[in-house]
């Protein structure tokens, strides 16, 4: 078991930054490829950014390409998820997930809002 808590979310203005971190704990975070989801009110959740066990590939939606970065630091086993020029579209709870063959955990969840 893999268990994951999310910090860093809060309310920002618009073109702010904010710094999400997951921290895993538990059995072995070795070999986990891990990601953010996010979820706005009303709207399934969706795809943020995932990076690899080796930090080598990382992935973005179009959405939050060129604003959001994901990294990872092993020794840590935290997976952070920087975001720069936030928009309002931008508020939703963000997830974390780990992912590893047919095995995957989630966060509880991080809500970030962003005012216009």
């Known amino acids: 078991q893999v268990q994951l808590v999310e910090s860093g979310g809060g309310l920002v203005q618009a073109g702010g930054s904010l710094r999400l971190s997951c921290a895993a704990s538990g059995r072995t975070f070795s070999g986990y490829a891990m990601g953010w989801f996010r979820q706005a009110p009303g709207k399934e959740r969706e795809f943020v950014a995932t990076?690899?066990?080796?930090?080598?590939?990382?992935y973005y939606a179009d959405s939050v390409k060129g604003r959001f970065t994901i990294s990872r630091d092993n020794a840590k086993n935290t997976v952070y998820l920087q975001m720069n020029g936030l928009k309002p579209e931008d508020t939703a709870v963000y997830y974390c997930?780990?992912?590893?063959?047919?095995?995957?955990?989630w966060g509880q969840g991080t809500q970030v809002t962003v005012s216009s």
């Open positions: 990076i690899s066990w080796s930090g080598l590939n990382r």
């Open positions: 997930n780990a992912t590893k063959g047919t095995t995957v955990y």
